[in-house]
Every structure is written in C-alpha cells, then in structure tokens.
DNA sequence: TCTCTGTCTCTTATATACATAAGACAGTTG
DNA sequence: CAACTGTCTTATGTATATAAGAGACAGAGA
C-alpha cells in the first residue's frame, strides 16, 4: 500500500557511498550509515541486506563489506525514487505546461486517479495542496477547477512578488557586514560575470542563478509566509519558463545585466536603487511570463529538460 | 462512510423555510427547493421524504404541502450539520486556543485522529490544509511539529497584512463612485457610528464589524493570494481575540474610532491618510495580539462564545 | 560504560471500500 | 414542448486496511 521510494532512493545513494570505497573496506555502522542515507536504520538495514544479495556488499564475521564497485545498472530508475506524490506532482505540472487542461475545466479527482494511475487518496491530498498555487478552485461535493495559466494570475503573481521582495530587500540591506548573505551575494555576483564572460555557451545556467539570487532576497526576510510564497511562486516559473524559447539568450543576457545593476544597489545598501532596478528587472520579467501566456503552452515531446 | 452533514444542514435550512409557509401551502418543485437550499435535487428529495415522515409536511396527489408548523425540537442540532472537516477544524483550533498544544510540540495524526474522534484520512487533509497557515511544519515519514503562536508568528502575520492592506486600499481608492464597494463602506461607516453611539451595550459587535470593513478592502485587490491570505488571517484573529478580555471595551472604542479616521480618508481617495489611519490602527491591533500571546491562552472552559 | 545490532511496536503513506451527494436521462404530465 | 419527477450512474468524502518506514529497547561485544 506504500510505495518503497524512501527505500530506492536510500539504495541509491548508498551505492554514491560505495563508489567512493575501496574493495573490502568495511562498511560504518548502520547508524552512521542511516544517518548518512538520512534514513532511519531500519531503512539502512534493508538496503544492506538487498546490496548484499546484489552481490555488491559481503557480509562475514566482522560485519558488511564492499564487494565489487557498484554499476550503472545497479541503480534503481530515477523515477522509482520519487513518491506517489511527488509523482504526480511532476505529472500535474507537465499537463498543465503541455495545455493539456484548459482554464475553465473541470477536474475530477477519480478520472485523474485513473490517469495518472494512482488512488483517489493521493489526488485528493495533492489537489488541497495544490489549491495554494491559486490555480485549482474546490467546489465542495463536486469537481475541482482549473483556473488557468491566464494574463489575470501572472497579474496577481507579480503584484504580490514585487511587494514581498522589495519588503525581503530592505531587510536584506539591514542585515551587518558579517552576515553570510553577504559572502553568498558576492558568489552569485561573480557567477554572473562568469556567464557573461561566456554567454554563448552558458546562457541556460540563468535561471537556477535567477532562483538563488531570488531565493536569497526573499530569505532575507525570515518571514514564513514570504519565503512560502517564494517556494509556489519560483515552481511556478520552472515549469512556465519552458513556454516561450523565443530570443532566450537575448532575454537572459539583459535578465543578467538587470541583475547586476540590482546586486550593486544592494551592496551599497541603496534602498532607492534597489527599488528601481528591482522594479525594472521584475518587469521584464513580467513581460516576458506574459508573453508565454499569449503563445500558450507548446507540446514538449521529447524535450529532454522536461522528462529528465 | 460519508457522513451525511450536507443532508442535515439542508434539513435544518428547509425548516427555516417552511416556517415562513403557511399549512396546506403547497411546496415548490423539487428543483426550485433544491436551489434554494443549495444542494442537489437528491438531497433535496430525501430531505422531503423524511420531513414527510416526521409529520411536518403531508404527501398527496398534487405533491407535498405543509402539514403543520415546524418546532424547534425539529432541528438536527447544529453540530451535526458541520462536515468532519470543518468539525476537525474547528476542535484543533479550540485546542490550540485552550493551550493544549505548546511551541515545538509532535502532533501526529493516529494520535490525534484518536484523540478528535475521526479517522486518519481527515486529520492529514487537515493537517496539509492547515500547514499554510505558517503554524505547522510536516516532517516527511515523520510526525508535525507545531511551530506555535509566538511573537514572531505575530509579527510576520502583521508584516505581510500591512503590505496587503495597503495595496488593497489604494486599489479600493481607485474604484469607481458607481462600483457597489462605496455603498458598502458607507453602511460600514454607519455601523460604526451607532456602535459608537451606544458603546457601552454593543462593544461586543466590533469583531464582526472589523472582519467585514479590513474584508472589503482586501476584496478590492481582485489578488487571489491577497485574499486568501485574509481568509487565513482573520481565522486565526478571529479564535486569538479570546485570549485576551482585558481592557476590551476601551480598546474596540479606540478601534472603531482609528477605522473612522480610516474610512474617511478612503472616500477622501487619500492615499496619504490611508496609508497614517492604516499603520496606527494595525500598530495598536498588532500590540494587543502580542500582549495576548506574553498572556497565554486562559483555559476557556464553559465560555458560550467557544462552545456555541 | 558505550556503541552496535536484532527485534519489536507504532506511525505514516497509500490503496481500497462504501455511504452520501450530484447530476444525467428519459418518461410523464400539464 | 417545457418543466417536473423517478431512476440510474458516477463522484465525493470519509473510514478502514496494509505495506513501508521510524524509532524504542534490550542484549551483546568491546
């Protein structure tokens, strides 16, 4: 009835351990090793007993040791580790980015059950969940909703992103000279410089460091519901920044220079350039999620970035 | 399985209805009761199946009518017409009213599903639902740990209603004088003026009255986040306002007199007075739900306003 | 004494079961 | 033919069942 990710993904990672191993070195504890895996032992013990009937592992008198180095063909697939709700998440998502759902329709939770191949129970708790993304509304007793990715939500995102991260912002230029934010903004600063200085090739490491120099700010604000807003709001534009791959290198070539003028605003802990370069940037931002919207979602089909 | 909350309420809601009939007045079509009692019409159905066995309504050839009037031993008592959930909802926050649970507490779910009289399945939907509002944390494979009504989660909460509100109310300012949110803020305003009038009777009335005037304005936002937000907020305004009774006739009078200087400067569109009533007004709101939590939950048995 | 290990108990995550509620359909009546 | 009604099908809300996983405990070895 529950599916055995934990133990996959502990399997997995154990066999990472082993690589780093010499044949016939003695394995730690299981303790260690559960706390390693960040497993419970029980767990630990399992994927032991599997690594050694695997043939990975010996087990005699002074305990398990490593055997033969683990393989490629050892390891459980990637999607073997991922629960029955994190699953569907991922699913969820790639519908609603290949506009498999229209804004307007109606969802309910048996069919999607038997689509995605899972138990009412699991849709359900996802659907609640989900609710807080404000793209899926509850009718009580009957069908849920699907809002749509429309020209209205990037609205509400963007209005509500843009006060939460000038509000993160002037916590984060209060924050004293021996902070650690400070040495994380100098690391993402010089990364910055580092992609421009090869753009060319490196123009689609933008949005992870878009994430981190986000994430940052919004830190910053050591506010629950800031941060959490952050966490929906950034998933959100995972998925829809593969919508429009029109003049990418263009658009985060500038995306980068905005975000330079923004750092340099911080570091001098310039309240008013921060605003402005922050407004601008968010505005760009804001145009470019827009205009996705208006194109629509295209059908990904063997993009490798959506199905790895 | 399903418990039959919908069923009762629609019962108890047709009462109410019959009781504005006259005997022998004949009962609208099914369809017609069923959209006036806001359930389907196979509810609608049983509901006058049973009422017709309860003697209060008489079956013939040309359908149902009155048959006598409806008494108050009638009704199906109010508890049973709230659907597990909303009871669950309701009996957690009375707990984390009453002190039952303290900052860093494990809650889990058997325990509690035990403890509350329901199953499982209901206390994690809860649970998952109640995570967003910021006051319990969820260890995967693991128990919840509730994070308390502490002084920062005071502070964060008043933090993030401030930016909201008052980006609500300059798009309030901005509405027009035909759009139905002027009349409504006049009547606000007049309640408040009688309130005032006979403060030392009605002081009790200015929760309510606060829950609907900070409403209105959120509602202007259109923002979903926004006023989902407020929806959390007020709930938890709503069962924190208990802890503490002292004073609580000089401090709504002072309120109500804060959202008078407020309105005004609403339907004066000026956003500078709006801005200076807001911050005083949610300043001292802030200060006295930071003096209930230095208080403490008191222990609010036999308190009708918990209970009823 | 400390840590490690095997065993046992209890919880969580998920599937399934099932009564209540919603809504579709078709026959009926005015 | 338009609205109303009875019947039927399907879905939701909630309880229960169960495998996987976490952690407690006590005995064993250093």
Redesign the pocket.
Known sequence: ????????GAYNRCLDYLADMTIDEKLP????LASRLA?????A??VLVSLTSAGVLRLDEI?HSLQRAPEAGDYFPEKQTM???AAVERRFMEWILQGDFRAGQLL????LARQFG?????I??YLTHFHHFGLIE?R?????VFRGITADFAEEVYEVREMFEMRSASHLIQMPKSAPCWRELAEIEAQHHDILADIDVRYKEFPALDERLHRLVHDASRNRYVIEFYNIASAIFHYTYQWNRDDEKERNTRALKQHLVYIAGLRNRDMHAVNASLKSHLDSARTTLMKSIELGPFKVTGTPAITS
Chains 1, 2 share one sequence.
């Open positions: 009835m529950k599916g055995n990710a934990v133990y996959k504890s299981t303790s260690e497993v419970s032992r029980t767990t013990r399992s305990g629960s029955a709700a309910n939770s048996s069919e899972t138990s009412t129970t699991t359900r708790e509850r009580p007793n009957s069908a849920w």
